[in-house]
DNA sequence: ATGACCAATTGA
DNA sequence: CAATTGGTCATG
């Protein structure tokens, strides 16, 4: 698209009402005036500006002269003038005139025409705006990918055709109790909304692309969020073995900004209505969108580490509640906050009947790891196995391959005690201790304080033990239990996305398990009483959600499928892994989080910076009815020290705390004060 | 942010 | 009395 030269802004036409009259003046030693005429029709553009601050966190107007009239359209980049800066911005919409009463600036720059800010997603970065308590412009950076010329000028591809074989989708949905239902409705141009309890196995990406073909047969688009590329690897060829080549695309950040923007160009222009992607995608531009789905909801990649952290399941149910379409949240486990969308109602439950889940499902056992018993052991003793596990993965190798998952990566993580096992913790801030170099006091990891004296106060022992070691070392130490038998691992920087079908040792970080044709024969859970020392809110749905994504690697227990976990039988996490029963855990879960108001029953924020900033940023706020503030307290580990307030609101005053909380950052922003980090409903909060 | 403006403060 | 500094306000 052409290009429009800069405007000087000298040439200001008067404001929007009639035509321009247009005043030439040549400065000493200005470039030669051009007489500037407003665009013919609708000569305001109102424009989302690329500024940091909060209280400046709304559109502009601003004169479209008329060499742009062309160019500028609802969505498409510009250029303006702003506080005598160059910054980019988004056209929201063109009008007739402004309320502005003063003269409107032109535009310095029309980009180009591609409107890459559809109305639903210019909408939707507001909304996501308002409930994270962060601003527009932070959100429009993670919705539209940088812009790559080449690319855009390249004609488009024409759209294919979709040819949808609804019965077969049907088909693969009537395993589950209200799936054939559900493919029935999206098919039909409904919008159900769902929460799924996959069943264990490889299926969930056919799935998945049987719930988008279903839409797209509606004539509608579809919109598929899955953690990792992996998943998005797979659900991608999930798609093209449904739909065909062409008719999907998967949006990644790893493919480099050409590739992004040529992605993310087949989208807004509607030349594919098929998407899967990972968090980014969560914005993609579908056309008509018919469903947003969401695989593994629970998995924190999910969770936007740039300001202002939204989630990938909340920005797609906003989506889903604004724009009406249908929903999908599915998993081997589920959340809290799914548990809740189900127990408000919002969304309907799709499962398996247990007798079809006790056939594809393997049997799940646990066994304790005491010392006494690995005493008794002496494998047990060097590979940390009790004797049920290892005869377990002797049985399993005669099968084909054993996968086991070992909790963490590296070496030497976190000490414990010696002879009673709990996790060494500082006693100062509770942070986990570690040895950072021989013949030095282990030290706390969070505040660096030294403990020469250290006893464990469960049990008076001063001996301390680095149980934890990563995958490789746990391979090297099954290598030798086991010799003969080829190893593998897989976890941190390499991971490995399939390994051969035949007997092997697979050992891997939890989310870095390898795919194997057939399943696995065995699969072991290592140290699981490792995996629940901490003391984050959702630890234990973590863990149980990593430990049912093994345990859905193994084969059916028709097959032989065995899943053996290394802890304490009594803990109810590890009884519902044994019952492999995700929803009533995530019931109970729920339960005990609306009794000690904590998300999703109750809204949070936290507030971090140094502890002036806290303090002010806090008797700011006008709290709805019902809020408490706790602490503020310092962040462990902080250097600089920086404190941490945390806001608590009932659920139904989430949007008042939210506003408040913007109209905080607003005044702050204006006095040039340093802004407070605030986090709506943080992830990872201990 | 940057810049404009006004008022209070400081300096010769 | 002028120069300087600091707060407030607006940014189209």
Redesign the pocket.
Known sequence: MAEDRDTDEALLPAPSRGPASARARVAHGAPPAVTTHAAPELPVA?VLVD???A??DR?????VPATMHETVCPGSRVK??????DVSGFVLERVAS????????PLRRAVSAEPVLSPEVARLTGLVAARYAGTRSDVLRLAVPSRHAAVEKREPPAPQPVEVDVTAARQEWTAYAGGGELVDALAAGGSPRAVWSALPGGSWPRLLAHAAAATLASGRGALLCVPDHKDVARVDAALTAVLGKGRHVALTADVGPAARYRAFLAVSRGTVRAVVGTRAAAFAPVHDLGLVAVWDDGDDLLSEPRAPYPHTREVLLLRAREQGCAALLGGFARTVEAEYLLRTGWAREVAADRATLRALAPVVSVTGATDRELERDPHARTARLPRTAYDAIGAGLAQGPVLLQTPRQGYVTVLACDSCRTPSRCPVCAGPLQLRAAHRPPSCRWCGTEQPHWACPICGGRGLRAPVVGERRTAEELGRAFPGVPVRTSGGDRVLSEVEPGPALVVATPGAEPLVEDGYACVVLLDTWLALARTDLRTQEEALRRWLGAASLARPAGDGGRVVAVGDPALPVLQALVRWDPAGFAGRELEERASAHLPPASRLASLSGPADDVAAAVAGLTLPAGSEVLGPVPVPGSDPPLERAVVRAPRAAGGALSRTLVEMQGVR????LAPVRVQVDPVGLG
């Open positions: 109102r500024v940091p601050l209280h400046l559109p502009f107007d601003y004169l303006v003038r702003f506080a005598g800066q402004s309320d502005h009463e003063g003269r409107l600036a922003s204006a006095r040039k």
